[in-house]
Nanobody, 113 residues
Framework: QVHLVESGGGLVQPGGSLRLSCAAS????????MGWYRQAPGKQRELVAH???????NYADSVKGRFSISRDNAKNTADLQMNSLKPEDTAVYYC???????WGQGTQVTVSS
């Protein structure tokens, strides 16, 4: 059983930055590809960024050049640095070990002036 806790969300003005963090416990974190997902009201959950066990990264087109995913296997954490935030980035953000059923409670990101 993997327990995930996301943090770092909040209210930020357009153009601002936030850094989300995901702390994992109870499993072999380094064995999982990790993803950051988001879900806006009335929309499906979507994959925003993905990092493999070897550190390769992929991003949704909507966040390329603005978001950066990283991981620290020694600390069992996966972070998402979000820059140049837009109102359309408003959503609940979740971290998720790919190909598993494990999800955290999410952290709310609101981009608004």
């Amino acid at each position: 059983q993997v327990h995930l806790v996301e943090s770092g969300g909040g209210l930020v003005q357009p153009g601002g930055s936030l850094r989300l963090s995901c702390a994992a416990s109870g499993g072999m974190f380094s064995f999982y590809d990790m993803g950051w997902y988001r879900q806006a009201p009335g929309k499906q959950r979507e994959l925003v960024a993905h990092i493999t066990t070897g550190g390769r990264t992929n991003y949704a087109d909507s966040v390329k050049g603005r978001f950066s995913i990283s991981r620290d296997n020694a600390k069992n954490t996966a972070d998402l640095q979000m820059n140049s935030l837009k109102p359309e980035d408003t959503a609940v953000y979740y971290c998720h070990p790919l190909y598993t059923d494990y999800w955290g409670q999410g952290t709310q990101v609101t981009v608004s002036s």
